[in-house]
Nanobody, 121 residues
Framework: VQLVESGGGLVQAGGSLRLSCAASGPMDSMDSMGWFRQAPGKEREFVASISWNPRTTYYARSVKGRFTLSRDFENTVYLRMDGLKPEDTAVYYC????????????????WGQGTQVTVSS
């Protein structure tokens, strides 16, 4: 399984970005995708996840109401980020897994390379 993120960049506070994660390869055994982020000097943290069936989304408290996950029919997941804040600055990673659980990193089997999001004040 290969995951490729895109859509990161520089945006002013209050602005929006949409990240994409395109998944390819044998995904029959995978059932959900998560997004994580890592800011400089900090540990990687859970941001949001979406499960395939039933289609359910979960969000970290820090992004709930501002970030929205969606998935198309071609195994691409989108993370729409509105109302961005400087504290959202981080490298964003998508990851994919099978089985129960949502936010623990060690549940996720495959990871993308990350995309930088920088929010200026």
């Amino acid at each position: 399984v290969q995951l490729v993120e895109s859509g990161g960049g520089l945006v002013q506070a209050g602005g929006s970005l949409r990240l994409s994660c395109a998944a390819s390869g044998p995904m029959d055994s995978m059932d959900s995708m998560g997004w994580f982020r890592q800011a400089p000097g900090k540990e990687r943290e859970f941001v949001a996840s979406i499960s395939w069936n039933p289609r359910t989304t979960y969000y970290a408290r820090s992004v709930k109401g501002r970030f929205t996950l969606s998935r198309d029919f071609e195994n691409t997941v989108y993370l729409r980020m509105d109302g961005l804040k400087p504290e959202d600055t981080a490298v964003y990673y998508c990851a994919i897994k099978r089985g129960p659980g949502v936010s623990a990193e060690n549940l996720y089997t495959y990871w993308g390379q990350g995309t930088q999001v920088t929010v200026s004040s």
